[in-house]
């Protein structure tokens, strides 16, 4: 055991408040070093203070673009503004086939733009000793593009006529389309043709097809009882006819009553009758007549047979040399000069023992049954059909020439057109008002095609002006061939009409309402079948 060292002589006992002291204060350094990076960050949460003076060489933290791009002492706005105007200038230089200059002005856009991109990646504004250059050598290339006659005044005008030439081509394109479209819905399909082809062959090879005919004449007296339903389509498209009467008769609940009077020309007779000799339809009576055999249609009679006599129309219509191409080829279609679309117009010559007829369309079907149309109050009207003017394209403006004197002084501009289609015809009054009369006299004051241009609807407006009958819009419904319709209201609709050029048995036909029309074609039928139908 050491001995103990006599107290002078002992160490000195070490002091520890120096070390405590050392400790206290680097706690507070970290405690106010944490302090300083708490409001900091409270500082770049914090908005700016609109008061505080901007100065563009300090940085900041979480640059605000949007009060950036709107302070009037912005460098970025000023190189915004400058690209916008250079923009400009580029279409004009090209414009004027000066590419030297554009790809100046592309570039310097493209050297501004890399500016303001890099500031806004790095949060903070742009400042005037970064962008000066860039400022300046765009400066250079505007006052450049002034020199060049680039002005305001040049640039509009040149704008302007860059967009009146893509006017011009835009309506080229649409004339084009529309011309396609109208030779599309104009041709006949080689399946349909192939099908009268082979139905003539039919109707003069086969004995029995003939034999089937006379026995069902033997119901003449069907076809002229007016205590049935009658119904008339005036048509040269077998297929199209047969869907509407198959249509028709798989929806009434009395098919043994109606009777359906067909009209259709010399080419298409044979064929015709060999179809409905050969079908049966639910018992329904079916009469085919052709319109070469009414003595009653001659040029001294009926103005649109005199009209086609007329080398300026056959010029209008079938060459379309008479006005240099300013008429659209809509309007020149040789169909609205068919007797079988004028027909319509002479019902009670055509079927003069009845009292009333429904008229339909070859381009429709018939999804509910239709006698209730037969016991339809007129009201002493001679025309029954729904109204199209829920918009304001189908008044009588949209049809007529409100220029011309004569419609003027009869016609209200605003009077609500209406559509052929589904029409119910009270014979009787039509008689009694002679409506044909009415008809021959526009149709004859139209020759020069002043009063109006396209089709039978806009005489049959002016036929049938005060003697037409709104019906329910679920009778009708329209727009099937060229435009989207409601689904609710195809369900409702009792007659749906492929109004347009997309007929459902063209390739050009509306896809989603082909199945519409197409339930009511057998197509296991051996001559479809041979014709390629499917």
């Not at 923009?87 to 414009?95: L, T």
């Not at 005008?157 to 599309?184: C, D, F, H, N, P």
């Not at 304001?392 to 220029?403: C, D, E, G, Q, V």
């Amino acid at each position: 055991m050491r001995p103990r060292r006599p107290v002078d002589f002992r160490r000195p006992g070490r002091r520890r408040f120096p070390n405590v002291l050392w400790w206290v204060l680097c706690g507070v350094a970290v405690l106010l070093f944490i302090f300083v990076l708490s409001k900091g960050s409270q500082i770049e949460s914090r908005p700016v203070i609109p008061q505080r003076p901007y100065r563009h060489d300090r940085i900041m933290e979480g640059l605000n673009i949007t009060e950036e791009m709107l302070s009037p002492d912005s460098v970025a706005r000023q190189l915004s503004d400058q690209i916008s105007l250079a923009k400009a200038f580029v279409v004009i230089a090209k414009e004027s086939n000066n590419l030297q200059f554009a790809w100046e002005l592309s570039a310097q856009i493209r050297n501004s733009q890399i500016l303001l991109s890099n500031a806004a990646i790095r949060r903070t504004p742009l400042t005037t000793s970064e962008s000066e250059t860039a400022i300046r050598d765009m400066a250079l290339l505007l006052y450049q593009a002034q020199q060049l006659h680039y002005d305001s005044a040049t640039m509009i005008m040149r704008l302007k006529a860059r967009i009146q030439a893509l006017e011009e081509q835009m309506s080229s394109v649409s004339e084009k389309s529309s011309k396609y479209g109208q030779i599309a819905a104009e041709e006949v399909p080689k399946s349909l043709y192939c099908l009268g082809v082979r139905l003539t062959t039919e109707w003069f090879g086969n004995v029995n097809i003939q034999r089937k005919l006379q026995e069902k004449k033997q119901l003449d007296m069907k076809l002229k009882d007016n205590n049935l339903y009658h119904f008339c389509v005036f048509s040269d498209n077998i297929l199209a006819t047969s869907v509407v009467v198959n249509s028709t008769a798989l929806n009434s609940n009395n098919p043994e009553m109606v009777v359906f009077h067909l009209v259709t020309d010399e080419i298409n007779y044979a064929p015709m009758k060999a179809w409905f000799a050969m079908n049966d339809f639910r018992g329904v009576t079916v009469e085919v007549q052709k319109f070469e055999d009414f003595n009653w249609l001659n040029a001294s009679y009926v103005p649109v047979l005199k009209q086609l006599q007329d080398s300026e129309t056959q010029s209008y219509y079938f060459s379309g040399n008479s006005d240099d191409g300013r008429t659209p080829i809509k309007f020149r279609n040789p169909k609205y000069l068919s007797m079988l679309n004028h027909l319509r117009f002479y019902i009670p010559e055509v079927f003069p023992a009845l009292k009333k007829v429904v008229f339909l369309d070859d381009d429709v079907v018939v999804q509910k049954d239709l006698s209730a149309l037969f016991s339809i109050d007129l009201n002493s009207n001679v025309n029954g059909a729904v109204e199209t003017c829920m918009e304001t394209f189908h008044r009588y403006h949209k049809y007529l020439n409100y220029s011309h004197p004569l419609i003027r002084a009869h016609f209200d501009p605003d009077a609500c057109g209406w559509a052929f289609g589904m029409n119910v015809f009270d014979l009787v009054e039509w008689r009694k008002r002679n409506v044909t009369g009415i008809y021959h006299y526009w149709q004859e004051r139209n020759v020069d095609r002043t009063l109006w241009k396209l089709g039978t609807l806009p005489p049959g407006l002016l036929t049938f002006y005060g003697l037409t009958e709104p019906l329910d819009s679920s009778w009708h419904v329209l727009g099937l061939g060229y435009t989207n319709v409601d689904p609710q209201v195809i369900e409702k609709g009792a007659v749906l009409h492929f109004n347009g050029n997309s007929k459902p048995w063209l390739k050009i036909g509306i896809e989603k309402y082909k199945p519409l029309w197409e339930k009511y074609v057998d197509y296991s039928h051996y001559l479809l079948q041979q014709c390629n139908f499917h």
